[in-house]
């Protein structure tokens, strides 16, 4: 782990949300493993809704449905 890389705790709302989204669509698996990859080795902000996005369009999603998904997420 890059824990010098991690510079915040970041909030994971969205992280999971994104995962639970994703799951549903048969990509859950390849979405967990690159949070893990992106934040514990990479050191990135997996709060942060461009992460997630490039994430999600790694996993084989398209940007469009990634950011309409967040777009209609209701924020508690």
Not at 46 to 70: C, K, P, Q, Y
């Amino acid at each position: 782990f890059a824990f010098d890389d991690i510079r915040q705790t970041p909030n994971t709302l969205d992280a999971h949300r994104l995962t639970r989204y994703e799951s549903q669509l048969g990509f859950g698996d390849k979405i967990v493993e690159a949070l893990f990859q992106v934040y514990f080795f990479r050191g990135q902000d997996i709060g942060d809704r461009e992460i997630l996005t490039a994430i999600a369009m790694e996993a084989g999603l398209n940007d469009d449905a990634t950011a309409t998904h967040f777009a209609g997420m209701v924020i508690y």
